[in-house]
């Protein structure tokens, strides 16, 4: 299998492993990769170091949450540069993060600023800055991920990624707390935009108001061809990261979906999404 997005030490919120153990467990389990994601931390150097010799493919990114600037296209060009294979959109300092009162960097430090982060059609200031961050996103072949942006953020983002040449789409847990996004909803634009929808196996252990029943039905709504299961653990309460995603398959398994598809949604299709090709 492959972990499409976990989390790992050193981070500004407690971890269950730094890089080198993450790593180790997923060599264990017999996974073939992953991909390494910190709100606050750029991660692309931190999996090249990590990946020598371990046998698996690790990649990394950047968060464009306000230590990176926000909506940043240096910061995207720099990453990039580094060899980062997801660019995420703001998650921890996105606007929908602080209305539904989720954990953020300034909240830890009351210091800082309480600036939050979104795009067309929120905040059309940043229209040519997302224009620039898509067509270098395009030129790296990368992969786009809409992080914690709102559904009509979402609507508006895929179809201009598409134009500006990126290939690669990926909605960030979209029936998480934040988009909250309907089935129906995530359907429609995995279709029209060319983008995957990703299931997590953090929804199924820590969502208010969500259960396996709950991310069957998503799932089989948009369909497995454009579903990514990834586990988005790494903290401490939770089970290893392997596990933790074995926990999300066997738990979907249980709710009548077919193994073999939810297994493909766990290693062939995230795999193909990221690996450069």
């Not at 698996?56 to 464009?64: I, P, R």
Request: hydrophobic residues 45%.
């Amino acid at each position: 299998m492959f972990d499409l997005h976990v989390h790992a030490a050193p981070d500004v919120w407690d971890r269950r492993g730094d890089d080198a153990q993450i790593v180790r467990w997923y060599a264990e389990a017999g996974f073939t990769g992953c991909v390494l994601k910190g709100h606050y931390d750029a991660t692309a150097g931190r999996a090249h170091a990590v990946s020598a010799g371990s046998g698996l493919a690790v990649y990394g990114g950047q968060v464009l949450n306000q230590h990176a600037g926000g909506i940043n296209p240096a910061a995207v060009a720099a990453a990039l540069a580094m060899g980062a294979r997801v660019i995420w959109m703001p998650t921890a300092d996105a606007h929908t993060q602080a209305a539904a009162g989720l954990p953020r960097l300034c909240c830890q430090h009351t210091e800082l600023a309480d600036t939050t982060y979104a795009i067309p059609p929120v905040d059309w200031s940043v229209e040519a800055e997302v224009g620039q961050i898509l067509r270098l996103i395009a030129e790296a072949d990368a992969v786009l991920a809409t992080g914690h942006l709102s559904t009509a953020e979402v609507a508006w983002l895929l179809p201009a990624a598409r134009r500006a040449g990126v290939g690669r789409l990926l909605m960030t847990h979209p029936s998480y707390t934040v988009p909250a996004m309907s089935p129906a909803e995530a359907a429609e634009l995995a279709q029209q935009g060319g983008a995957y929808a990703e299931v997590t196996a953090y929804q199924l252990l820590h969502q208010p108001d969500c259960d396996a029943a709950r991310l069957a039905r998503f799932v089989a709504e948009v369909g497995y061809p454009r579903i990514v299961l990834s586990s988005d653990a790494g903290q401490p309460e939770n089970p290893t990261p392997p596990e933790a995603l074995e926990r999300l398959i066997d738990a979907l398994a249980a709710e009548g979906l077919d193994r073999s598809a939810l297994l493909a949604c766990a290693s062939d299709i995230p795999e193909r999404l990221v690996v450069p090709g």
